[in-house]
Each structure stands twice: as structure tokens, then as C-alpha cells.
């Protein structure tokens, strides 16, 4: 079974800098790779998805992730964040029929991403 | 085009007691993923029904049930409520039959809190 590690359970920054929130995955076969956002009494919301091609996968609101089978990670990356980017971040690993799964998604403990102003 | 929507938004229990949250998928999507959120614990696969059937389950007691209906729609019943069932209830839907196909994208609702004192 295929599993998900968020490395970091809040990741505080300050607006317009930087933020990088880590991902690592358990598989040994091929995944399908997510980010999903979910901010404050809300649902979850998909950010960008790897499954095939370009290991650089761009997303919504600026934001994009990096697909490194040899470390099994999957980082999400924004060059400058806002204040309205607080929100919980949730990576999420899937694997299709064809390498013994079913797609149902199996998502990370989440990272908090707090902007400070 | 409406998207997830989920009933109640808050429902509040003793222990013993049975709960029913309700689920309708986005008009035209046949599978519906039903996911628990705890504190701390990220989201955690409960079922998964599509065309009616019941087609996978997470790792959680019988108490835990559910049903899909002839429109798609679908209630998540737990019976015997216990302290640690309190948590935000998410419902899901994908637009392929079969499960998230290969998009592998889920459409979240905004959730049940369910609270058992």
C-alpha cells in the first residue's frame, strides 16, 4: 500500500517570501502525485497533480511542484506568498489499476502554511 | 454548475447514538468517496461507492455504513457513536465511473462536523 509524509506539521513565513512545503511518498511502483488546499471551513481544493510527463507540474495561484522519483518527494514550491495562502496543505498519492490499485487517494497529515504579514 | 454539497454542516451527538450525514455529487458523477478528518490525522478513507455498489473500504469498524442512491447521492450512517468519531466528514465526487479515472481528481464538499459529547 502506498503511504504519504508531510514532513513539516506548520510551516510559518512571512508575505512575499519564499515557501517551500515537502512531500514524500512510499511506492515502488509507478504513482499518480496531488496537492490539495484547504482553507478554513472549507473543502478540499485541488492545487496541481502529477500523472505522467514534465516532473515540473504548475498549479493554481502561483503555485507549482517538483516530481523526484528517485527521493520520492513531490515539494510544493511558491516563489512568493500571500497572506491569503493560509491555508492547511494536504499531499495526496494515488496508484491506478495497472500498478495494483484503485486511484482512491491516500493524503498526508497536512501542513499548516501560516503568512504572516 | 453546483459543486459537492453536504447535510448537515454541524451535527451534534451523545454516545450511543446513530448520526447521518448526506452527500449529492457534482450533477453527472457516479462515484462518491467518503473521507474522515480528525484532528491532527488528515483525511482518512472511509468508502467509496460508485454506480450504487459499495466498491472499496477503509480500514474502519462496521459501525461505519453507508449507501448510494439511484440519483448518486449517498448517506454515511454511523451507529454506536464513540467519543473519537468527532471529526469533519468529507464527501467526494469524481466525474468517471470506475473512480477518478485518469484525471484522478476528487471534488471535495465543505463537510459535516460531527461532535459527540
Known amino acids: 500500500a502506498q503511504s504519504v509524509t508531510q514532513l513539516d506539521s506548520q510551516v510559518p513565513v512571512f508575505e512575499e517570501a519564499p515557501v517551500e512545503l515537502r512531500c514524500n511518498y512510499s511506492?515502488?511502483?509507478?504513482?499518480?502525485l496531488f496537492w490539495y488546499v484547504q482553507y478554513p471551513n472549507q473543502g478540499l481544493q485541488l492545487l496541481l497533480k502529477?500523472?505522467?510527463?514534465?516532473?515540473l507540474v504548475k498549479g493554481i495561484n502561483g503555485f507549482e511542484a517538483e516530481f523526484n522519483k528517485s527521493q520520492t518527494s513531490f515539494h510544493l514550491r511558491k516563489p512568493s506568498v500571500h497572506i491569503s495562502d493560509t491555508a492547511e496543505y494536504f499531499c495526496a498519492v494515488s496508484l491506478p489499476p495497472a500498478s495494483g490499485g484503485s486511484y482512491i487517494p491516500t493524503f498526508g497529515r497536512g501542513t499548516s502554511l501560516i503568512v504572516h504579514p | 454548475e453546483a459543486g459537492v454539497t453536504q447535510s448537515p454542516t454541524h451535527l451534534i451527538k451523545t454516545r450511543g447514538q446513530q448520526a447521518t450525514l448526506r452527500c449529492s455529487p457534482i450533477?453527472?458523477?457516479?462515484?462518491v468517496y467518503w473521507y474522515q478528518q480528525a484532528l491532527g490525522l488528515g483525511l482518512q478513507f472511509l468508502l467509496w461507492y460508485d454506480e450504487g455498489e459499495e466498491r472499496n473500504r477503509g480500514n474502519f469498524p462496521p459501525r461505519f455504513s453507508g449507501r448510494q442512491f439511484p440519483n448518486y447521492s449517498s448517506e454515511l450512517n454511523v451507529n454506536a457513536l464513540e467519543l473519537e468519531d468527532s471529526a469533519l466528514y468529507l464527501c467526494?465526487?469524481?466525474?468517471?465511473?470506475?473512480?477518478?479515472?485518469?484525471?484522478?481528481?476528487?471534488?471535495f464538499g465543505e463537510g459535516s462536523r460531527l461532535t459527540v459529547l
Open positions: 502529477y500523472l505522467s510527463g514534465s516532473t
Open positions: 450533477s453527472g458523477h457516479t462515484s
Open positions: 467526494a465526487s469524481s466525474g468517471t465511473s470506475g473512480g477518478p479515472g485518469n484525471t484522478g481528481e476528487l471534488f
Open positions: 511506492s515502488s511502483v509507478s504513482v499518480y
